[in-house]
Nanobody, 122 residues
Framework: QMKIVESGGGLVQPGGSLSLSCATS????????WGWFRQTPGKEREFLAA????????NYADSVKGRFAISRNDGKETIYLQMNSLKSEDTGVYYC???????????????WGQGTQVTVSS
């Protein structure tokens, strides 16, 4: 059974940092690309970052480039998103998704988790 579980969300002050995790099971993890997206009320899910199966090639939205870093641990079948210099506009529900390629993981992932809430506020 395929499963994706995001965790690590919470309340953080502007300028702070937060690390999200995306634990997976039931996938061919080592050959899959993975992406992080964010959604706020009334808006479509927004792409943030993606990582190819090789672990070296990544893709970032301009809004988070230089502040967020995606990584993966194939042994733990887990994806991470390190978020630094957080802003109020980073508030939202963060989702992890699986794709067959970096392109798919950056645009239309095939499978999603339930999301984790991140709130950036003083």
């Amino acid at each position: 059974q395929m499963k994706i579980v995001e965790s690590g969300g919470g309340l953080v002050q502007p300028g702070g940092s937060l690390s999200l995790s995306c634990a997976t099971s039931g996938f061919t993890f080592s050959t899959s690309a993975w992406g992080w997206f964010r959604q706020t009320p009334g808006k479509e899910r927004e792409f943030l970052a993606a990582i190819r199966a090789n672990g070296r090639d990544t893709n970032y939205a301009d809004s988070v480039k230089g502040r967020f870093a995606i990584s993966r641990n194939d042994g733990k079948e887990t994806i991470y998103l390190q978020m630094n210099s957080l802003k109020s506009e980073d508030t939202g529900v963060y989702y992890c998704g699986m794709g067959e390629s970096l392109m798919v993981a950056s645009t239309t992932p095939r499978h999603w988790g339930q999301g984790t809430q991140v709130t950036v506020s003083s």
